[in-house]
């Protein structure tokens, strides 16, 4: 039986938060002098994200991948039978993905702002200034832009979102043309 790095994620994930809690206990880091440096590190690695994803945006843009990609998904998680149909590009789906990804980072600041500064937390900073580095590593575009890996196997387009949700459903050539010409139909007849 072989492992890959995909499927030992969450394991990895739950020993990271329990390493860096029992780190975070040991050497007492919610002391008042650590504070700046937890908040200096957390707000270094969200910026760091945003960056990362605008460069992958233009990254995207400059490779102007064209490559037609067609996809069925769940319209609702908790109805999965209802699906729907997505054309799109190669382009504007990793544009997608990355806008996405800025959208996160930019509302886990602001809840993490408010947890800690209206709240007091000092431990989620911690946690995620380390792992959010991984996060951002993990990622498929990371992997496709900044690290050249082939959009095979994992990296095949379309990404599942999370653990609990099946992937998406890539139709087969004679599916895909099927459903272009169903699109077709639809914009002669509101035409």
Known sequence: MSFDSKSLAPFINIALVLGINQLA?????????????IRAA???????TLTIA????????EKNDKTALIYTEA????????????????KEYDAKKADET?????LAVVMMGIMHFQFGFIRPLLLQAIMGLRN?????????YILGKPATGALAR??????????????????AKAIEKKEAKKKLNKE
């Open 25 to 37: 206990t040991r050497f007492d880091l919610e002391r008042t002098e650590f504070i700046p440096y």
């Open 158 to 175: 379309p990404w599942k979102k999370n653990m609990f949700e099946p992937p998406a459903q890539t139709p087969t050539p004679k599916e």
């Open 54 to 61: 605008y460069y992958i945006k233009n990254k995207i843009e």
């Open 102 to 106: 800025m959208q996160q980072t930019v």
């Open 136 to 144: 951002v590593y993990t990622t498929p575009l990371f992997e496709l």
């Open 42 to 48: 957390y707000f270094t690695v969200q910026l760091l």
């Open 75 to 90: 319209k609702s998680m908790f109805d999965p039978k209802n699906v729907e149909t997505i054309t799109t590009t190669v």
